[in-house]
């Protein structure tokens, strides 16, 4: 599954890998995948969630619910 700009997502619980950037609040809510700042990986997509902005691996996330 891939995401495009503008798309809303929400962690998966099954695949979800925590860091230290969930301190901030990565992960939490729903967020919307942005532009990046530089070219990423065909399997990464950068999220502006709630809390802050970060880099996030596409098996990780799921389409939010509408």
């Known amino acids: 599954m891939g995401f495009r700009f503008c798309d809303r997502v929400v962690r998966n619980p099954a695949t979800w890998q925590p860091n ?3 301190s901030w609040g990565r992960g939490r809510g729903v ?3 942005v532009e990046p700042p530089f070219a990423l990986g065909p399997d ?3 999220v502006r969630w709630p809390g802050g902005r970060c ?3 596409v098996e990780q996330l799921l389409p939010a619910p509408t």
Request: glycine content about 8%.
């Open 20 to 22: 230290e950037f969930d």
């Open 31 to 33: 967020g919307v995948v």
């Open 44 to 46: 990464e997509v950068d």
């Open 55 to 57: 880099f996030e691996y």
